[in-house]
């Protein structure tokens, strides 16, 4: 606008000056001051109808979290074809959203590799933006929650980054003091690959992604194509062929972490994921989750391994007991590098390798609950006080026959791929991730989970909501 004015101003002033002693050119001076009044008069009522959307958006804010302020759970119910979040109080598992002291935290923007300190209440755009999301239904499909190219072979690198850029590119001090390294093993479904990607993204965080080395070319292809579109999302190095429940898991593992560590120094924390899981947290809450956590790697510690299992490899090496956990861990960066380097942490290694048992449930384990190995961020009390479900916060994940949870969707292997009804259990956990997701026979769960992701991650960011990490500074619960 203000170069249309300054444009019009030049052009008047020479026609003005040019037209100076000529009587045929009073009317042209006349109008031309005339058009001058009209343009400023539409340049004032414009920016009075932007201050009133302005406070519309805010009190319309207000009005749609009003429910969502001091509650935690989701209650899911159905309405006709829609799925609609009621947030309800449930006592079990502690209040663990609040409305915090307004102006309490400062929020932060990357900008071409510069964290900016913002003020998102006088952005009418994020406001606007925060409108939206938080209006929509919780199942409806947009370009922030989904905008896959199903047939497209290279993805397309501008437009991801123009999909995700309204959020993703913004975070709280503890976001940048908590970086997380994560590596992702995948071997099919793209769609659900880039889904995950684009939920957990993060500028601050840096991702390494395995793709098994029995992959269809077209499958890693794509994923290369994808890891390119980001400067800290690259693919291991060196890549194995994954057996499930064989050391090739450990080794697909340990290629990731390798590669991180030598990526950057500034991450804090390591989270395994596959490509058939998802977030049950934003990376706001995750990173408080991890601070909670005091240093601690988290898995659980269990000793109840059968003998017939131990008789080929036969007891770990210097005395050690045997544990075994989910091969879903939260660690450190310092039990990483113990893990990697470590003398005592390489012969338990090459012990696992003899296992007739899954050896990627056993490796990390037996060097993190053995007290006597003091490993970096290894559990100081009891190892029984680590086994119980409660403590165990790094995945949730339902065995058929083997659980209480009943399994909504299809069973596969033993394990649940969660279904449109599960939703009501996923969004009751305080895991940080769920397994397992089948985006092909059920799109929606996904979809659901983003869209209820992003409107925490706005109203966290326009400091209306924020959460309550207690639950996980009590760690291990004794109860």
């Known amino acids: 606008m203000s170069e249309m004015l300054n444009s019009f101003d030049l052009k008047s002033a020479k026609i003005i000056e040019l037209c100076d002693g000529f009587t045929l050119c009073k009317g042209i001076k006349k109008r031309a001051v005339t058009f001058m009044i009209l343009v400023c008069l539409q340049t004032a009522l414009t920016g009075v109808y932007f201050m009133y959307s302005y406070s519309s958006i805010v009190r319309g804010i207000q009005i749609d979290i009003e429910h969502l302020r001091n509650n935690n759970i989701a209650d899911l ?12 109080n449930q006592e079990t598992l502690g209040k663990f959203y609040f409305e915090p002291e307004a102006g309490s935290k400062k929020l932060y923007m990357w900008n071409k590799g510069k964290i900016i300190p913002v003020d998102v209440s006088t952005s ?5 933006l925060a409108r939206k999301v938080i209006n929509l239904g919780n199942c409806t499909i947009t ?18 980054h123009k999909d995700i850029e309204d959020v993703s590119y913004f975070a709280f001090q503890e976001e940048i003091d908590v970086q997380i390294a994560y590596s992702i093993l995948v071997y099919k479904d793209y769609q659900m690959v ?11 965080n840096t991702y390494c992604i395995h793709v098994d080395n029995k992959s269809p070319k077209l ?22 062929n994954v057996y499930w429940g064989n050391f090739s898991v450990v080794e697909a593992e340990m290629s990731c972490m390798k590669d991180l560590l030598n990526k950057t120094k500034s991450w804090k924390y390591f989270i395994n ?29 269990s000793d109840r391994i059968k003998k017939p299992d131990l008789l080929i490899s036969g007891q770990p090496p210097y005395g050690l007991t045997a544990y075994k956990t989910s091969t879903h861990v939260v660690l450190t960066r310092e039990f990483v ?16 390798k003899q296992l007739k048992i899954p050896s990627d449930e056993i490796a990390f384990s037996t060097l993190n609950c053995n007290q006597k190995l003091k490993a970096p961020g290894s559990h100081r009390g009891h190892p029984n006080d680590y086994n119980r479900t409660l403590n165990y916060i790094a995945r949730f994940k339902v065995w058929i026959g083997k659980t209480s949870h009943v399994c909504n969707g299809k069973r596969l292997r033993g394990i649940c791929s969660f279904g449109p009804k599960d939703l009501e259990t996923l969004q009751n956990r305080y895991e940080l991730f769920a397994n397992k ?13 983003r869209n209820t992701l992003l409107k925490r991650t706005f109203l966290e960011y326009t400091g209306r909501l924020d959460y309550n990490v207690s639950y996980y500074e009590n760690i291990p619960h004794k109860i």
């Open 124 to 128: 009418l755009a994020f406001e606007a």
């Open 219 to 240: 499958f890693k292809n794509r994923v290369r194509g994808l890891a390119a579109c980001f400067q800290n999302v690259f693919i291991a190095t060196k890549p194995v």
């Open 437 to 449: 997701f089948n985006i092909r026979a059920f799109p929606q769960v996904p979809y659901c989970l």
């Open 143 to 160: 370009n922030q929650n989904m905008s896959l190219e199903t047939y497209s072979t290279v993805p397309n690198c501008r437009k991801i």
């Open 77 to 88: 119910s159905r309405d006709n074809k829609s799925w609609i979040f009621r947030f309800e």
């Open 337 to 352: 590098e113990f893990i990697l380097y470590n003398k005592t942490a390489k012969a338990v290694l090459n012990w696992t």
């Open 194 to 204: 880039e889904f995950l990607l684009r939920t957990i993204y993060k500028p601050q």
């Open 273 to 301: 994921l596959t490509g058939q899981e998802f977030p049950l947290r934003t990376n706001y809450e995750i990173a408080k989750v991890l601070i909670a956590l005091r240093g601690y790697n988290n898995m659980k510690c």
